[in-house]
């Protein structure tokens, strides 16, 4: 029943997507298990918002503004309404928290995990596709909140098996920047220069503190020749802001008071020390210091609807891409407070602060140094001599199974030598044979797959190791599970 | 900073979409551990596809061909290519064989879970995002293939907590359907009145045998007069289906010889019936009897694309809808052997075999029997007395937490009043209060909010339990944890 040629489709992902095997998936369950664990211990609780949202409901906070392809999915519903799928999960929950805010208890704290969709330009590693973790609190605007995050994510990276050390969160607060924008003369409504300049200086790591002056004055031109458009401000505004941001302070205590003269006659500018300053009082307090979380003035977040604390988690230990280079990996997670997105809605500002772990990027980036690996319970595959006898196969592996052993009997059609090529393939413990004579005798023979390629190192041709008796054993069939659990050793259950 | 209330976008959901809360969830996790569980144990391995295929790839497998609506979410990538979201697992899942084909253990054995869209009409119920869980063997044309499925969909409904008879597995088989329809005298070739005749019997258990006959002939006329066209068969070729689809035999023996008689000129009927024959056996062999797995000439399954087995999972106790009427619930799994989808794409027919699991749909049913209730572990507030001393309050939650107690300290800017109302809102355990003076004394207050509202009950006012004292006692801060334990019970643990 072949089709016709000229008609059949190419079997192939549309661009950016991509398929994932059970190594990567048990991973990220796992993963998401340890998250998850966090979260509720924090007493966040979970929410489950749909693919799609309404477009104009999802509002335009792409991280991305100035990328020429950033956008969303989105399509016409029956009734000419534009849908889109949600590029992030805050969007969704400011709607969530409007439509039901008088049924929600107040502080709202809800976690959310899932995928989340850009209709961006894919790259390596860059996916259109991937998956999130959010945590928020709506409804307080108190330090407190914040500060909880700051500890949550912080436990959430050492329970993931990442050292102290191996990672640092940045904080910084965006009525500081605004302070020392408003300090400059640089009229904060002028929303086209603020984004100019904090784009700008969210590129510090990477251009350098000359790179940002560029930008921040005239303009930049790249190793390429283009050239990127600067904010426009004179020498002496650019000198305050890198003040700000690249400072000269011996410690913390330093910086915060030369932050404080210059941000001195600004007033948003004096409720962002103040947020701050609460913030690392209550850190400190409960024993998370500079080692794990760390003033940052460096730190601004790409997107346009923070409105007061940013942070961002990055790991501080040298990360290998796809090609063995080492690369500055970024951010793994980040958030902050976000005071004016339910308002959107409804007209009344309701305070928030969330945070989003990358999984996907947390994910490779553990994978490089070998955390996290899947784990995968061991697998027998029980053969199948004769086809008329299978029901003798499925016995086997029903008394496998009740044991608490993960077992299949071949279901394929091949022979023998298919089926131990088969069990191979997937990576089975244990080959299971039971023909006519054993039966008779009431025997069956293991093979010890994981031994029998031990051997086979030591033995020169695939075909000798197949013959290789030392790897496989006759037992007694009343002692099989005994026999199986002997040769896959004390963690072999799928309950373990 | 409110917005201009001319531009606000309204906070509501499209059509179709809904968010689901923490009980859902949490139930809703319980369950797919419990499958993945079961799929894992009989040595199927995780594979993951993205949201979006190209249309093309997708194909028009649909299952309800005969509603208007029916349909996918599509939209135009940049490139002019068309793409789709998923509206089943299966399709994907041929794409990814047959663009991996060569590299795959075969039979290849996966599972996969995940959101399904449907851009149909919404209904009670009715949602057009849900989530299904399926497993499938492809590469294996083995009845054997087809009855570890079966096995396994029983297992997962007793893993799931459903007793043996709260639900049955109806088998059938399409070869065998088509060889009543060959040896009746219907062209096999004529896919719609081949399409017509599936749809009539399918809808045996609503209409009778009398509006199926009627279908199966000139057609009928519904109670609201609506006319459906039949399939314009004979009376004795009617007579012929209906014999087999409802047979007046007394036994399954007697119902299969009558049906060996229907069919016995044509080839295909009986191929179907040696392969029905193959997997009763090994059912029967297994321990898998008709209380479980039960053959049914009745079930068709409405996807074009099954070739040989087909099966659904029926509950068989009553179900309440949400009007608290008692409904037929249908069924909550489905599937069979489907021979053609890899050729496809490659022009070489793959025989594979697979099971879909209607999550969403059979957990709204366990749900209204009280099974796979929520397993939140119960929280403790710990409410701030003097925000400026909050870091009290997070060393206490530090402190339960650590001992594997879920606890928060409240973040809000609230009065104790708000806190206490805060507390039972969440359905808190516990709410601890620390004021300054016990603080100096080395004690803290305890209040049982269970208990509270236990004792709420007997006494007249809300008002006169808030001062009731009965539920709250003061502690020393040192046997804190101790304390809390004894009112939460053993299971009171985030591990647990």
Redesign the interface.
């Known amino acids: 029943?072949?089709?016709p040629?000229q008609s059949?489709?190419?079997?192939?992902?549309?661009?950016g997507?991509?398929?994932?095997?059970?190594a990567e998936?048990?991973a990220e369950q796992k993963m998401l298990a340890t998250i998850r664990?966090v979260y509720?211990?924090?007493?966040f609780?979970?929410?489950?918002?749909?693919?799609?949202?309404?477009t104009?409901?999802l509002?335009k906070f792409l991280p991305d503004v100035d990328r020429p392809?950033a956008g969303v999915?989105?399509?016409k519903?029956?009734?000419e309404?534009w849908?889109s799928?949600r590029y992030d999960l805050t969007a969704p929950l400011a709607?969530?928290v409007?439509?039901n805010f008088q049924h929600l208890?107040?502080?709202f704290?809800r976690y959310q995990t899932g995928?989340v969709?850009r209709?961006e330009k894919p790259g390596p590693g860059r996916y259109r596709?991937f998956t999130q973790f959010d945590a928020d609190?709506v409804?307080?605007?108190?330090p407190?909140?914040d500060?909880?995050l700051l500890m949550m994510v912080s436990d959430v990276m050492e329970a993931l098996g990442l050292q102290r050390g191996d990672y640092i969160i940045k904080l910084n607060n965006r009525k500081l920047l605004d302070g020392v924008l408003e300090a400059s003369g640089v009229a904060l409504d002028d929303r086209e220069k603020r984004g100019i300049v904090l784009r700008a200086i969210d590129k510090i790591d990477r251009l350098g503190v000359e790179g940002v002056q560029a930008l921040l004055g005239e303009g930049r031109k790249d190793d390429s020749g283009d050239f990127t458009k600067g904010a426009g401000l004179s020498p002496d505004q650019a000198h305050r802001i890198l003040a700000f941001v690249a400072p000269d302070a011996q410690d913390e205590e330093e910086h915060l008071q030369q932050i404080g003269t210059l941000i001195s006659t600004s007033a948003v500018g004096a409720a962002g020390l103040n947020e701050l300053e609460q913030i690392v009082?209550?850190l400190h307090?409960?024993?998370y210091g500079p080692d794990r979380i760390l003033f940052d003035t460096g730190v601004v977040r790409g997107l346009d609807y923070y409105t007061g604390a940013v942070f961002e988690a990055q790991l501080t230990f040298p990360i290998k891409n796809e090609d063995g280079e080492e690369v500055v990996f970024g951010s793994v997670a980040g958030g902050g407070r976000y005071?004016?997105l339910v308002?959107?809605?409804?007209?009344?500002?309701v305070p928030a602060t969330g945070v989003s772990i990358g999984v996907s990027r947390l994910m490779s980036a553990l994978a490089s140094r070998g955390a996290l690996a899947a784990v995968?319970?061991p697998?027998v595959?029980v053969t199948?001599f004769d086809?008329a006898e299978?029901?003798a196969s499925?016995?086997i592996?029903?008394e496998l199974?009740a044991a608490g052993i993960?077992?299949?009997?071949y279901?394929?059609?091949g022979k023998m030598g298919d089926q131990f090529k088969?069990a191979d393939?997937?990576g089975a413990a244990i080959a299971i044979i039971e023909g006519g004579d054993e039966r008779a005798r009431g025997e069956v023979t293991l093979k010890d797959l994981a031994l029998g390629a031990e051997l086979a190192k030591s033995v020169e041709s695939r075909a000798e190791w197949v013959g290789n008796r030392e790897a496989q054993k006759s037992v007694k069939r009343a002692d099989l599970v005994a026999e199986v659990r002997a040769i896959l050793g004390p963690s072999s259950g799928?309950?373990s």
Not at 8 to 15: S, T
Not at 45 to 54: I, N, W
Not at 343 to 349: I, K, L, P, S, V
């Open positions: 029943m072949s089709a040629k059949r489709p190419k079997a192939r992902l549309p661009r997507f991509r398929d994932r095997g059970a998936i048990m664990a509720e211990s924090y007493g609780e979970p929410l489950e918002t749909p693919a799609f949202e309404y104009d409901a509002g392809n999915f989105s399509l519903d029956d009734d309404q849908m799928l709607r969530h409007a439509a208890a107040k502080p704290r995928s969709w209709n596709e609190t409804g307080s605007a108190s407190s909140a500060a909880e009082k209550l307090a409960c024993g005071d004016d308002a959107r809605f409804t007209g009344q500002a995968k319970a697998l595959v199948v086809k299978a029901a499925f016995a592996v029903q199974r993960r077992a299949e009997a279901v394929g059609t088969y393939k997937r799928i309950k």
